[in-house]
């Protein structure tokens, strides 16, 4: 394939573009045809072309190239002019040279074209340069040739009833049809949908098996499709409906039908997630005037004096002071959450699940169910780097591949340069941690009374921004980092580079997104240190510690603010002005690059080729999986801390889905059809997210929320059974003439009426003989937290295998309709076959009967032969009277 060429796919009617989004039927046959109104155009490939500027011909006057230019001499020997002493000479400049080979490598290309059994229509190259298409039709010997080597099932003529179960299932699915019909796409639907056809791979040898009544319509191109699409799935104003799965399929291929539908699925599981997770947030509503640990927090009678939050410039301070704090994080941190966190759990193990059985429904209506993997041809970088290696040692065989040792820089510098990149995302965390550390010293310095009292919260806040923009900014640098990793690796086929590309990409994406929230969830506050003897960083400044409250809360701020940001911003505005940019830069160019000269001769409407080839090229779906991945890894990973993240993310995707579509149809060009049968590599990473949740949330409840103190506190330390007295009880003692020198509040009013100030840990207090080691409760606790993880794996490991087992993978109706479907190939077959042998028994028969009859003539026709030759020589009338019985 020539370089220069782009391939647009299947012809794709953009008729939004020319309309404004009003979706209107220009299809009519002078568009989507030949020039002879009855070919269909099936394929374009466009092109730029430049014609020759100027011809210099040698003589008098005429330009020489320069020294050192590549130039190139055709010698045209179509005519001669009068009086010229020989062929005409042109000379072409450099550019006219690089445009005469291009020509060259077209015309080759298009013989190929020709050769492969392909018809093509062009338009003749009357301008000085610009754009022009290649119209290509493809006929039926080439279709069916394709379609068996494609081993694509094609319906047969064998026409028989699916069986539905009876009872109470079938009066709920009608019962749920009727609900649900205002919700149904108005597109073409089988008009008896218990009749299927038996399907079977495309054989040209068994074309008789086939049900074939018009060879232009049996592979059908579906061009009027997207009309449909974008007046039932593609707009904003229909986001209430289901999607038109089979629709989708149809038009844009099984690849893309398999994404749409696992979308869908997945907002749809969204829904109850959402739900529970505002009941959830509405229980700690509820209950946050009964909580008692933060009614303690806020009571003023209990004077709790804390050590300072700094050194020398923070004084002491009381601890209902931050009542708000405490009574916030009741919102995310009461034993509902834990419940949550085993729902979501089960929740991701049905949802993949689910999947696996809508997957097997839509492969066998899909006629996918026997889909095998095809030999890919190996990639033309993959083919070039073999091939150099084959000029580089001339013993090799034809049969050689790259082997490892051939890789090896590309390896290295995979592992090198993707280690430097998550080494970055953590310094960018690390700087991030600096920031917060600085920003709070300096606010604390302040002499204003309300800038050091809202000190943690304007650095909490401006630190996640900074967060969000780091992440936004490496996430675009890595995706184009893992692409270049990807392609010097040289893997031999597309879907390898695919994988490759997904799990380079991923990783990266993920280690940005969540190294942050993991920072808040597990490390900060935990390397603080102890009033006397804090850790510092940059010989002066303390490790930050979590709020009053917990850093709960601060997580829930953290992970609520990217995952908000990230949907809005990455995923729906950049989805919205990228493209659109990239499409206003391009016809920028195409503009430059056009000449002022105009075809009088061309219509002053564009061709539908032209308004198509303005649009997007298609670049995969690994960027929309991905966006979605990472939001999953948002609702499962770290839900314990924030129950509304189902919520956001289900009106997230009621947007994203209308987005994509619209995206798909109306801005993209139509991509190649791709046959498939599962997500594939996608389904692993969803479940290893899945498993990983499951770890991460058990780490949340048991180490950042203060859900097991308060347990063991009930329980074990709590005297009357009650949490009276749990704010105490976390509190440990210091004695504050234990302070180092220089450290001591300064300009403090009451701190000569401080001898003990309080600090959360549990230590021993400074009348003890250890004094400031970690107690026995430090320890208990400690256990009882590891003890929790361990419960809370197991319990939640058995109900997703509990699940698992209960939930069948292939629907019990479907798994029964692929046997029957055997059955009943085998019969038609031998049915088939029995009727063929019968017809041609019978032409034997036919020509066995004939052969009698010319044989029995044969030996009549003889005998009136031997009768004319024993008459009378010259009875000319016996003769024929003898052939005239004959």
């Known amino acids: 394939f020539a370089p220069h060429c782009v391939f647009l796919s299947q012809i794709i009617n953009n008729y939004l573009e020319r309309t404004q989004g009003e979706a209107v039927d220009k299809a009519s046959s002078s568009v989507m045809h030949f020039r002879d109104s009855k070919r269909k155009v099936d394929y374009v490939l466009a092109y730029h072309y430049r014609n020759r500027l100027a011809r210099h011909l040698p003589g008098a006057g005429s330009p020489k190239p320069t020294r050192g230019s590549a130039s190139l001499a055709l010698v045209s020997n179509g005519g001669e002019r009068p009086g010229s002493p020989g062929p005409e000479v042109i000379e072409l400049c450099p550019l006219d040279a690089l445009e005469e080979e291009k020509r060259l490598q077209r015309e080759e290309y298009e013989r190929n074209l020709v050769e492969a059994g392909l018809e093509i229509e062009k338009d003749p190259e009357n301008k000085s340069q610009g754009l022009s298409f290649v119209r290509i039709h493809a006929p039926w010997q080439v279709l069916s040739r394709e379609a068996e080597i494609l081993k694509i099932k094609m319906p047969t003529k064998k026409v028989y009833e699916i069986t539905e179960e009876g009872g109470i299932l079938k009066k709920l699915n009608e019962i749920w049809c009727k609900l649900t019909k205002p919700l149904q796409p108005q597109v073409p639907q089988q008009e008896n949908t218990n009749m299927k056809s038996l399907s079977y791979p495309f054989s040209r040898e068994k074309i008789y098996l086939f049900n074939i009544k018009d060879k232009d319509t049996f592979f059908d191109n579906a061009t009027r499709s997207r009309i449909l699409l974008y007046q039932e799935w593609a707009r904003y104003g229909v986001f209430y409906k289901f999607q038109p799965i089979d629709l989708i399929r149809k038009y844009f291929g099984e690849k893309i039908g398999l994404y749409f539908a696992w979308l869908g699925l997945y907002t749809e599981f969204l829904i109850p997630s959402s739900v529970v997770g505002i009941t959830v947030f509405l229980y700690g509503c509820i209950t946050i005037e009964s909580d008692i640990p933060s009614k303690e927090m806020c009571d003023q009678r209990n004077a709790f004096t804390m050590c300072p939050l700094c050194d020398k410039f923070c004084d002491y301070w009381n601890l209902s002071s931050a009542c708000a704090t405490a009574r916030a994080s009741h919102l995310f941190d009461n ?223 953290q992970l609520s603010i990217i995952m908000l940001g990230k949907q809005l911003i990455q995923n729906n505005l950049f989805e919205i002005g990228i493209p659109k940019l990239k499409k206003l830069f391009r016809k920028l160019k195409d503009e430059r690059t056009e000449t002022k000269e105009t075809d009088t001769n061309q219509s002053k409407d564009p061709q539908q080729w032209d308004l198509d080839y303005s649009l997007e090229p298609f670049t995969g779906l690994t960027p929309e999986y991905m966006e979605m991945i990472i939001q999953f890894g948002f609702v499962t990973l770290f839900v314990a801390s924030f129950p509304l993240a189902p919520l956001f993310a289900l009106l997230n995707n009621i947007i994203e889905v209308r987005l994509d579509a619209k995206k798909f149809v109306a801005e993209l060009r139509r991509p190649d059809t791709v046959r498939a049968k599962d997500i594939g590599i996608w389904y692993n990473i969803l479940s290893g997210i899945g498993k990983f949740s499951v770890i991460i949330n058990a780490f949340v409840i048991a180490v950042t929320s203060d859900f097991i103190p308060r347990l063991m506190y009930q329980y074990a330390y709590s005297q009357n059974g009650t949490m009276h007295g749990f704010i105490n009880h976390t509190l440990s003692y210091f004695n504050v003439s234990h302070l180092k020198a220089g450290t001591q509040p300064e300009n403090s009013p009451f701190a000569h009426d401080v001898l003990f100030c309080r600090f959360k840990d549990y230590r021993e207090p400074p009348w003890s003989q250890n004094q400031y080691e970690f107690s026995k409760q430090y320890w208990a606790v400690l256990s009882a937290r590891l003890a929790f993880v361990i419960l809370f794996q197991n319990l939640v490991m058995f109900l997703s295998v509990l699940v698992d087992w209960m939930i069948p993978d292939i629907p019990k109706d479907i798994s029964e309709q692929i046997k029957r479907e055997k059955v009943m190939l085998v019969d038609f077959f031998l049915k088939e076959e029995h009727e063929k042998r019968k017809l041609i028994e019978s032409f034997i028969a036919r020509d066995q009967q004939k052969h009698k009859i010319g044989t029995k003539g044969d030996r009549i026709r003889a005998a009136s032969f031997s009768q004319v030759n024993r008459s009378p020589r010259g009875s000319f009338t016996s003769f024929s009277s003898q052939h005239t019985e004959v």
């Open 335 to 557: 034993p509902a959450t834990v419940f949550f966190s085993i729902f979501m759990a089960v929740w991701a193990t049905m949802f993949l699940e689910q999947w696996k059985r809508l997957q097997m429904r839509l492969s066998y209506s899909w006629d996918l169910a026997g889909l095998e993997e095809e030999e890919e041809h190996p990639r033309p970088e993959y083919e070039m780097k073999l091939l150099q290696k084959k000029l580089k040692h001339k013993n090799i065989t034809d049969e050689e591949k790259l082997t490892w040792s051939d890789r090896m820089p590309g390896y290295a510098t995979n592992f090198g340069l993707i280690l430097f990149m998550i080494m970055l995302t953590f310094s960018a965390v690390f700087g991030v941690i600096v920031y917060r550390i600085t920003t709070a010293a300096a606010l604390s310095f302040s002499t204003k009374e309300t800038t050091r009292s809202n000190a943690r919260v304007t650095v909490t806040a401006t630190a996640v921004i900074i967060n969000l923009v780091v992440i936004l900014i490496l996430d675009e640098i890595y995706e184009a980092v893992a692409k270049w990793l990807t392609e010097i690796e040289v893997p031999k086929t597309e879907k390898t580079f695919e994988e490759r590309l997904i799990l380079k990409a991923f990783l990266l994406k993920f280690v940005n997104s969540y190294a942050p929230i993991f920072y808040v969830a597990f490390f900060k506050g935990r390397f603080v240190g102890r009033p006397g003897h804090y850790v510092y960083v940059f010989d002066g400044y303390r490790m930050e510690e979590c709020a009053p409250g917990g850093c709960l809360m601060e997580l829930c701020i």
